[in-house]
T-cell receptor, first 115, second 117 residues
Framework: AQSVAQPEDQVNVAEGNPLTVKCTYSVSGNPYLFWYVQYPNRGLQFLLKYITGDNLVKGSYGFEAEFNKSQTSFHLKKPSALVSDSALYFCAVRDASYNTDKLIFGTGTRLQVFP | DGGITQSPKYLFRKEGQNVTLSCEQNLNHDAMYWYRQDPGQGLRLIYYSQIVNDFQKGDIAEGYSVSREKKESFPLTVTSAQKNPTAFYLC????????????????FGPGTRLTVL
């Protein structure tokens, strides 16, 4: 089975401070991992993905994520948060050993950046 | 959201009615997906289609139906058999439809909010 967990429902951070949104996964094979962001009443926007290669993945809007196989984590990070980063963030995973295009999404983490 | 359109943006349904949500993409993608989003539950897959004239049930297909007669269109019908249809519905597409290998990025439409009166 494959699953993904976002342990924090909400993360609060002051503007200018670094931010981290956590994601852990469980798969039987190697994982493919994604981060998406959703603004109110909008669809999801793709931020970045890990398929293979470097553990540090850089994405859109200054976001990056670090793949850690031993901790089965794929935390989203940004060195300096902006108020405009306030949104709902989703992590998603697919097990590489599965012959399917289905992604499993986490329940989402709401990021609130305060001025 | 560019390249994928969903209509209407808001939809109201009476008990016992069937309603159809539209999803169109001009990205020339083979695969299309329908998700349902409820507060605190993330996204759940309803149906997906890897190629024209073919589609597969997702995790919560009961009470829903789809068709894929054209590459660019993947309409979702919410039938009266769906007991709790009030939700935000998201359509997505990705380049390749064939399973196997790394998954292609899914791109999402702006969503349709369905409310049952």
């Amino acid at each position: 089975a494959q699953s993904v967990a976002q342990p924090e429902d909400q993360v609060n951070v002051a503007e200018g401070n670094p931010l981290t949104v956590k994601c852990t996964y469980s798969v039987s094979g190697n994982p493919y991992l994604f981060w998406y962001v959703q603004y109110p009443n909008r669809g999801l926007q793709f931020l970045l993905k890990y398929i293979t290669g470097d553990n540090l993945v850089k994405g859109s809007y200054g976001f990056e994520a670090e793949f850690n196989k031993s901790q089965t984590s794929f935390h989203l990070k940004k060195p300096s948060a902006l108020v405009s980063d306030s949104a709902l963030y989703f992590c998603a995973v697919r097990d590489a050993s599965y012959n399917t295009d289905k992604l499993i999404f986490g329940t989402g983490t709401r990021l609130q950046v305060f001025p | 959201d560019g390249g994928i359109t969903q209509s209407p943006k808001y939809l109201f349904r009476k008990e016992g009615q069937n309603v159809t949500l539209s999803c169109e993409q001009n990205l020339n993608h083979d695969a299309m997906y329908w998700y349902r989003q409820d507060p605190g539950q993330g996204l759940r897959l309803i149906y997906y289609s890897q190629i024209v004239n073919d589609f597969q049930k997702g995790d919560i297909a009961e009470g829903y139906s789809v068709s894929r007669e054209k590459k660019e269109s993947f309409p979702l019908t919410v039938t009266s058999a769906q007991k709790n249809p009030t939700a935000f519905y998201l359509c997505a597409s990705s380049i390749r439809g064939l399973a196997g290998g790394p998954p292609d990025t899914q791109y999402f439409g702006p969503g349709t909010r369905l409310t049952v009166l």
